[in-house]
Every structure is written in structure tokens, then in C-alpha cells.
């Protein structure tokens, strides 16, 4: 058995409430695989100056997540 891993929220340190059902940023975005990850737990960020910024200001590496539709 795995242990289970749970998605950090934005604003501190607890685990995200999947049971919202509410999108994340990348609902706002034209591209079809950004789209069809729209309301996942995790707090996604397209590629950009506004993710990078927030790697900065948190000192935090950048997840990189890569794939195609």
C-alpha cells in the first residue's frame, strides 16, 4: 500500500478541499490539455512570468507537468 499524498493549498499549509469543485486558474486558458485540468486539486499555474514569479517570492522549485490533447 502507497501512502497517500494531498495537494497544498495556496494560502498555507493545509490540504486542498477537493469537494468545492471550483477551477483554478487554468479555466482561463485556450488550450485543451490546460482545460481538462481545470479543476484539479492542485493549484496549477500556466507557463509564465506569474508562475515564475511565485517560485521567486516563495523560494520554491517549479513542478514542471508536460503532456498533450
Not at 497517500?4 to 471550483?22: A, I, R
Not at 486558458?29 to 517560485?55: C, D, I, M, R, T
Amino acid at each position: 500500500m502507497q501512502p497517500q499524498t494531498y495537494p497544498l493549498s495556496e494560502k498555507g499549509g493545509g490540504p486542498v478541499d477537493n469537494h468545492k469543485n471550483e477551477p483554478n486558474r487554468l479555466i482561463n486558458e485556450k488550450s485543451p490539455y490546460l482545460l481538462q485540468h481545470a479543476y484539479n486539486p492542485v493549484q496549477w499555474y500556466p507557463w509564465g512570468e506569474e508562475a515564475f514569479e511565485k517560485a521567486r517570492s516563495q523560494d520554491k522549485p517549479v513542478f514542471l507537468s508536460i503532456g498533450y490533447s
